[in-house]
């Protein structure tokens, strides 16, 4: 009898069960860059593996080979469960935090001093969170505008629209209930004035405030295809996704960003982020934070 270890059998029956051959991972690449701008490499094989195999096994597929093929017909919701599978959604309430910082003791004062006021005698300010996952990123935003803002926001007319290509972290944003432990780092003040608590068991949930939900409108929205908004924005968060695109994909969303904000705009990258060549035509006012020159 063969005894393996815990580790040789996981290895066994994976070699047994489901193989990933190079045609198969390169097909997987291809499909991942064409419908998500994603770009995989070798060093990604193993976590390809890991979230597939998953889909693989709900499938009842036998192998890699029979999953390329069902992607190869092309249906949509086999494709948006394979986006879903594929995409890295990591993210936090006040991720990056001098960002929020720069729209309390920067951004807001001074949109509040222009008093750019629309057909409805509002103040309009319309920020776009373009990879939103689940929502923490809007959620955070949504916090800095009511506490920057205040009594004074009835006097506004604020939007902020949250899109992202996988549909599984949208309805979990929308839903806006989250782990307690993911707001625990937040300052009481900020827990108590925007979360409702709740014990399911021995899990502790928090569900945000309608308050910051109606002013935040979830989408789903590939940032590869045609945007349907007109915008313009006052400010964009792009942050924590170009990283996972290819040097060309990067400079076509920068163009596209640049037109799609308002002169003096501001757009948000991760901090591992750069314009690039694109630099040229923004101005850098702080930690990856640029101004569209008015
Ligand atoms: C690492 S998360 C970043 C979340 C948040 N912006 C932050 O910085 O905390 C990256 C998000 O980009 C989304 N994404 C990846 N490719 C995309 C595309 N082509 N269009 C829209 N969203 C995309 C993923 O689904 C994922 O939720």
Same mark, same amino acid.
């Given at each position: 009898m063969v005894n393996y270890t815990n580790h040789d059998k996981s290895a066994a029956q994976r070699a047994e069960v489901v193989r990933l051959s190079d045609d198969d991972f390169n097909f997987i690449c291809t499909f991942v860059y064409q419908s998500t701008g994603i770009v995989l490499n070798a060093n990604k094989r193993e976590m390809v593996y890991r979230r597939l195999t998953r889909i693989i096994r709900d499938r009842k597929l036998k192998s890699f080979s029979d999953y390329c093929a069902l992607l190869k017909e092309n249906s949509e919701q086999e494709k948006n469960y394979f986006i879903n599978a594929i995409t890295t959604n990591l993210t936090s309430f006040f991720r990056e935090e001098h960002h929020f910082d720069y729209l309390t003791e920067h951004e807001l004062p001074q949109l509040k001093k222009l008093k750019r006021v629309d057909s409805t005698g509002k103040n309009r300010l319309r920020i776009w969170s373009c990879a939103s996952s689940t929502g923490e990123e809007p959620y955070s935003i949504a916090m800095t505008i009511f506490e920057a803002l205040?009594? +004074?926001?009835?006097q506004w007319d604020a939007k902020i629209l949250a899109t992202d290509i996988d549909s599984n972290v949208l309805a979990k944003g929308k839903a806006g209930v989250y782990d307690f432990k993911r707001i625990e780092h937040l300052p009481l003040a900020l827990k108590k004035m925007y979360f409702y608590q709740s014990n399911d068991g021995n899990q502790h949930y928090v569900k945000v405030h309608e308050k910051l939900q109606n002013l935040i409108t979830f989408k789903l929205l590939n940032l590869l295809h045609s945007w349907p908004m007109k915008g313009p924005f006052d400010v964009i968060f792009c942050r924590n996704v170009i990283i996972y695109f290819d040097k060309k994909t990067q400079q076509e969303l920068f163009s596209r960003f640049y037109e799609l904000l308002t002169p003096g705009g501001l757009l948000f990258l991760g901090h591992s982020e750069s314009l690039g060549h694109?630099?040229?035509?923004? +101005?850098?006012?702080?930690?990856t934070i640029f101004r569209k020159p008015k």
């Amino acid at each position: 009898m063969v005894n393996y270890t815990n580790h040789d059998k996981s290895a066994a029956q994976r070699a047994e069960v489901v193989r990933l051959s190079d045609d198969d991972f390169n097909f997987i690449c291809t499909f991942v860059y064409q419908s998500t701008g994603i770009v995989l490499n070798a060093n990604k094989r193993e976590m390809v593996y890991r979230r597939l195999t998953r889909i693989i096994r709900d499938r009842k597929l036998k192998s890699f080979s029979d999953y390329c093929a069902l992607l190869k017909e092309n249906s949509e919701q086999e494709k948006n469960y394979f986006i879903n599978a594929i995409t890295t959604n990591l993210t936090s309430f006040f991720r990056e935090e001098h960002h929020f910082d720069y729209l309390t003791e920067h951004e807001l004062p001074q949109l509040k001093k222009l008093k750019r006021v629309d057909s409805t005698g509002k103040n309009r300010l319309r920020i776009w969170s373009c990879a939103s996952s689940t929502g923490e990123e809007p959620y955070s935003i949504a916090m800095t505008i009511f506490e920057a803002l205040k009594q +004074e926001l009835n006097q506004w007319d604020a939007k902020i629209l949250a899109t992202d290509i996988d549909s599984n972290v949208l309805a979990k944003g929308k839903a806006g209930v989250y782990d307690f432990k993911r707001i625990e780092h937040l300052p009481l003040a900020l827990k108590k004035m925007y979360f409702y608590q709740s014990n399911d068991g021995n899990q502790h949930y928090v569900k945000v405030h309608e308050k910051l939900q109606n002013l935040i409108t979830f989408k789903l929205l590939n940032l590869l295809h045609s945007w349907p908004m007109k915008g313009p924005f006052d400010v964009i968060f792009c942050r924590n996704v170009i990283i996972y695109f290819d040097k060309k994909t990067q400079q076509e969303l920068f163009s596209r960003f640049y037109e799609l904000l308002t002169p003096g705009g501001l757009l948000f990258l991760g901090h591992s982020e750069s314009l690039g060549h694109y630099q040229q035509y923004f +101005e850098c006012v702080g930690r990856t934070i640029f101004r569209k020159p008015k």
